[in-house]
């Protein structure tokens, strides 16, 4: 046999196919698609854990901070003082005068019974700083400062800022003393009711107002509608009623010490060193020195009454709520 031919039956030997080999895939080892994915996910979730942990704890912490604002807030105050101990008790009158403000019969009245009731003030001192106001807010306060005074048997004085105007003064009236600086403005005995009329711009713009009322004087004031005779007058008697009520105020508070001229109950306003020379005033100072030189109690006690930020938050949504309800009387009488 030709030992170059093939063995067997003559054909080429065909050789035995390679062991299969399966094929790897560029990225890695077999499942590495789903290895990576599960890796991305757990991250992803890690991810989310960590933010939300985070947020958590920034939540937590502006809570902290509110928290000890809240209460910083809520319990500021004068501090703690021995008021058994001879003092000149101070009322701070700021700013309008108004059943919804700082400067409210309410808050001021609560603020003077206080002061009048502790056995150490030797005096109580309103300090004013004030353009007006409700002149019913004034009346009260006027009435109080008489009663608790006839009552408690100490005196009462007012010390001015700035400004002691209109309602302001009202109150004033009814103190032993007025004191004020030499720049202060005083005065303005007087009452306005304002509002505007807008008939004539409805005509040119071509709208046309639709008022129903049930009685014929409902629709007094409204700026919509022209402004008849009969209601003008009717409005000026109640101006002129409130005026006179306000001039037998400061004539009761002041007694002698009036210099009535013309110009004194006309709504002007003056200095205070032209007050003092009217009599609406009595003479300069201010707190400090009415303590020392007056009261002869040179420690100053604040007993106004201030509202905690509850109260303020409450008062703002009540204000909120009521807002259009005000808004719907035009014209009230003011004292500015």
Known sequence: MNESQPPGNGLPETPAPA?????????GPPGWERASF????????EEQ???????TIRSFAWLLFFAFLFWGLMG???????????????????????????ASA??????????FEDSGSQAVVLLINSPGGS????????DEIRRLRAKYKKPIYAVVEESCASAAYYIAAATDRIFVDKASIVGSIGVLMDGFGFTGLMEKVGVERRLMTAGENKGFLDPFSPQTEKHRVFAQSMLDQVHRQFIDVVKAGRGKRLKETPELFSGLFWTGQQAVEMGLADQLGNVDFVAREVVKAEDLVDYTRRDNVAERLAKKFGAAIGEGAIRAVKAVPVLR
Request: aromatic share 2%; hydrophobic share 40%.
């Open 19 to 27: 062991p299969a080999v399966r094929a790897e895939a560029p990225g």
């Open 76 to 102: 500021r105050g004068s501090p703690a003082t021995d008021k058994t101990a001879p003092h000149t008790a101070v009322i701070e009158i700021k700013g309008e005068i108004a059943s919804d403000s700082d």
């Open 135 to 142: 002149p019913v807010q004034a009346g009260i306060i006027n």
């Open 49 to 55: 854990r960590r933010a939300r942990r985070w947020r």
């Open 38 to 45: 599960e890796k991305l996910m757990f991250a992803t979730l």
């Open 106 to 115: 309410e808050s001021v009245v609560a603020s003077m019974r206080s002061a």
